[in-house]
């Protein structure tokens, strides 16, 4: 449940720095608000899938 909790904080700050270093660069929708939202939540996916199996694997 830890790892669960820690990989989701995880994903949250470094998915919002990496949103904040590389902006919205993927154009997911017409509408600007709701393309930084959607580009963030690529971005959390993408750690998510990351940091993850590092968690589990590395400090499990």
């Known amino acids: ?3 669960l909790v820690l990989s ?3 994903s949250v700050v ?3 720095g990496l949103w904040a270093l590389i902006g919205s660069r ?5 509408d ?3 393309n ?3 580009n963030f939540a ?3 996916l993408a750690v998510l899938v990351v940091l993850f199996p590092i968690i ?4 499990a």
């Open 1 to 3: 449940m830890g790892a």
């Open 8 to 10: 989701l904080v995880g």
């Open 14 to 16: 470094l998915g919002g």
């Open 26 to 30: 993927i154009k997911l929708a017409k």
């Open 32 to 34: 600007s608000l709701q």
């Open 36 to 38: 930084d939202v959607l």
């Open 42 to 44: 690529v971005y959390f």
């Open 56 to 59: 589990i694997f590395v400090l």
